[in-house]
């Protein structure tokens, strides 16, 4: 799957680009207000579930992961995620990624890029150990998922997902969704995106800053300042993460 952040308009949105389906996810995360829910029903937003997860990064206590722009997590009940830097073919200001939920894959590229001599057949945990990483951050989302059909388009095209997610640690993010099957399509998800985002009443400027960044931010801001720098100078990004 790939990752893909792209501004246009003032409005920064991410593309997730899911290679074995065939699909585009087109999504922007937000800052959801007291009234988020109350508007998503007025909408005719329907509540699709409410469910916990445990999300937790690892790194080495350098952070040669995240320095280099790679993001390797766990999070309960889906497994092991990597995040990377990857080409996608799609032109215009963004960052590109890929995300690696194979674990043979995941200890094929935590070697190559840790660089501790032969590799072994083993799952992630098995390897945490030899290659020093450790656990970053560790914390709990409680996600609402609401679905909103858009009147007057074709049911599968109008149908976008708004998650509202709040964390153990008093952080609150939200981000609205819509998948598509062609690149040329995703302009018109983009605009879905920011009509239904502005009826939210979020403002056309704002960025909302990922989890885990406030994480460290809050929890361990030496690591934070680490990457803010290493942003700043070009090394390494961080405003997609999930």
């Known amino acids: 799957m790939f990752l893909i952040t792209i501004v246009t308009g003032g409005h920064e949105s991410v593309l997730?680009?899911?290679?074995?389906?065939?699909?585009?996810?087109?999504?922007?995360?937000?800052?959801?207000?007291?009234?988020?829910?109350?508007?998503?029903?007025?909408?005719?937003?329907?509540?699709?579930?409410?469910?916990?997860?445990?999300?937790?990064?690892y790194d080495t206590s350098e952070l040669s992961l995240m320095l280099s722009d790679h993001w390797l997590r766990q999070r309960e009940?889906?497994?092991?995620?990597?995040?990377?830097?990857?080409?996608?073919?799609?032109?215009?200001?963004?960052?590109?990624?890929?995300?690696?939920?194979?674990e043979s894959a995941i200890v094929t590229q935590l070697f190559e890029l840790l660089g501790s001599g032969e590799q072994e057949t083993?799952?992630?945990?098995?390897?945490?150990?030899?290659?020093?990483?450790?656990?970053?951050?560790?914390?709990?989302?409680?996600?609402?998922?609401?679905?909103?059909?858009?009147?007057?388009?074709?049911?599968?095209?109008?149908?976008?997902?708004?998650d509202l997610d709040s964390t153990d640690f008093g952080y609150a993010v939200g981000e609205v969704e819509a998948v598509v099957h062609e690149k040329a399509e995703v302009p018109a998800a983009l605009e879905k995106i920011i009509s239904v985002s502005s009826m939210l009443g979020v403002?056309?400027?704002?960025?909302?800053?990922a989890k885990l960044l406030v994480y460290l931010q809050r929890f361990r801001p030496q690591d934070y300042q680490r990457l803010l720098e290493a942003d700043s100078s070009g090394e390494a990004t961080g405003d997609s993460v999930p």
């Open 122 to 162: 083993a799952g992630v945990a098995a390897v945490l150990g030899r290659l020093k990483l450790q656990e970053v951050a560790s914390f709990i989302t409680t996600r609402s998922s609401w679905k909103l059909a858009l009147s007057g388009a074709h049911e599968e095209e109008s149908l976008l997902t708004v």
């Open 16 to 57: 997730q680009v899911n290679m074995a389906q065939g699909l585009i996810e087109v999504e922007r995360k937000f800052t959801p207000g007291p009234d988020t829910e109350e508007r998503l029903q007025k909408l005719g937003a329907t509540l699709e579930h409410r469910v916990t997860f445990r999300d937790t990064y």
């Open 77 to 102: 009940g889906s497994g092991w995620e990597f995040k990377c830097p990857g080409v996608t073919g799609v032109s215009g200001p963004h960052n590109e990624y890929v995300e690696v939920t194979s």
């Open 203 to 209: 403002p056309a400027q704002e960025k909302a800053p």
